[in-house]
């Protein structure tokens, strides 16, 4: 069936380091990739997203980038900022399904 | 233009009981998609809708139905509660007849079932 794995579960990072969180997802038809920022008590907030026609994409200090091939996706966070310790989600998603399969989430601490 | 909203925020019911959680969509968004998820989970589809009609169902049992109505709003019911139906319930709308699926997400509605 449709699965999202998600890695690592927790991530600890010194402020200004960089993260990276990995995600493989199962389903060979999936064209749509996005990542949430969680906040404690808040809802999922959009982040950046991927579609399957690109490699990678920018946006300030966040990046993600996508192996088709390998079916594996993953998000950069550079110049870590205490304000960026959430649960970061990654989904994927078929075009026109509006379906999301979610990872199981990661925790990001940034350390000041 | 107004972000997807739900009520009620919290909820406290008995095992056994029904609920009935409520979503309005963003401004020019048809379709509703619902979330469960628990505590220090991922959200898990349940189900969604397109113009007033189902469109899609995750794995979840019948006592989870659904409803949108013309303006797009939607309601998630849920009967013979159980304790492991204690979550956190998101909806999401979706922008009206996109190629991709960019999804927004309501502040969710926290279930507990004592």
């Known amino acids: 069936g449709e699965n999202v794995e998600q890695h690592p579960s927790t991530l600890s990072v010194q402020e200004g380091d960089s993260a990276v969180i990995k995600c493989t997802y199962s389903?060979?038809?999936?064209?749509?990739f996005p990542w949430y920022k969680q906040e404690l008590g808040k809802r999922p907030q959009l982040i950046i997203d991927?579609?399957?026609?690109?490699g990678e994409k920018k946006d300030q200090r966040i990046a993600v980038t996508l192996n088709k091939t390998a079916k594996h996706f993953s998000l950069h966070i550079t110049e870590t900022q205490p304000e960026d310790s959430a649960v970061y989600f990654c989904a994927a998603s078929r075009s026109g399904t509006y379906k999301y399969i979610f990872g199981t989430g990661t925790r990001l601490k940034v350390l000041a | 233009e107004t972000g997807v909203t739900q009520s009620p925020t919290h909820l406290i019911k008995t095992r056994g009981q029904q609920v009935t959680l409520r979503c309005s969509s963003q401004s020019g968004h048809n379709t509703v998609s619902w979330y469960q998820q628990a505590l220090g989970q991922g959200p898990q589809f349940i189900f969604q809708y397109y113009r007033e009609e189902e469109n899609g169902r995750g794995n979840f049992p019948p006592r989870f139905s659904g409803l949108q109505f013309p303006n797009y709003s939607s309601e998630l019911n849920v009967n013979a509660l159980e304790l492991d139906d204690s979550a956190l319930y998101l909806c999401?709308?979706?922008?009206?007849?996109?190629?991709?699926?960019?999804?927004?997400f309501g502040p969710g509605t926290r279930l507990t079932v004592l």
């Open positions: 991927i579609r399957s026609n690109v």
């Open positions: 389903d060979s038809a999936s064209n749509y």
């Open positions: 999401a709308s979706s922008p009206r007849d996109t190629v991709y699926n960019e999804q927004f």
